[in-house]
């Protein structure tokens, strides 16, 4: 039990870690927007490669945070039904949940995402507008990385949820 709970602990750590990344992403791209904005309206001047760069940095910044995210349950549910449940039944929802829903879904994306990624580098895809940034296999490969992620999220969801179900209350540390 002491070996699950760790490897619990270490997922989620991951994605606390990838989520505090994502919060720097926001102020970033919260930075280059407003300095976009401010060339496009006081100086009549704008360049293709922020707007990319404004737009990049939104797809990594979902990305990275969809793991967080679902670390913190705050992922969209509806929660009419579950939120009177008490939390054996919502642990056996949950497990429901990763194993019918999350894990084969996080598959296909991964599945399809890798390859996507895979030919946007071996081709060294850049933007195809002139002016545009190099180098959006850097983009794509966030997509397989982090569905990776939430992958393993739900696999520590699914074995927290096991856990209650068995009786095995695993002591929250948030």
């Not at 707007?51 to 945070?65: A, I, S």
């Not at 549910?77 to 039944?89: A, G, M």
Request: include cysteine; charge should be neutral.
């Amino acid at each position: 039990m002491a070996f699950l709970q760790r490897f619990l602990k270490y997922i989620t750590l991951i994605n606390e870690q990838l989520g505090k990344i994502a919060g720097w992403v926001a102020l970033a791209m919260v930075l280059i927007v407003t300095l976009d904005v401010i060339m496009r309206y006081l100086f009549n001047l704008t360049f293709v490669c922020v707007q990319e760069l404004e737009w990049h940095l939104f797809g990594v910044l979902f990305l990275l945070g969809a793991g967080y995210t679902l670390a913190h349950d705050g992922h969209v549910r509806v929660d009419i039904f579950y939120q009177r449940l008490n939390k054996r039944q919502q642990a056996w929802i949950n497990l429901i949940g990763v194993i019918v829903f999350l894990l084969p879904g996080r598959f296909l994306v991964v599945d399809t995402s890798y390859n996507f990624f895979l030919n946007s580098l071996h081709m060294q895809e850049g933007s195809p507008d002139p002016g545009g940034l190099p180098a959006r296999y850097v983009l794509k490969f966030f997509i397989p990385f982090s569905f990776v992620m939430v992958g393993l999220q739900g696999v520590a969801l699914g074995l927290k949820s096991l856990l209650i179900i068995l009786g095995h209350e695993e002591e929250e540390s948030k």
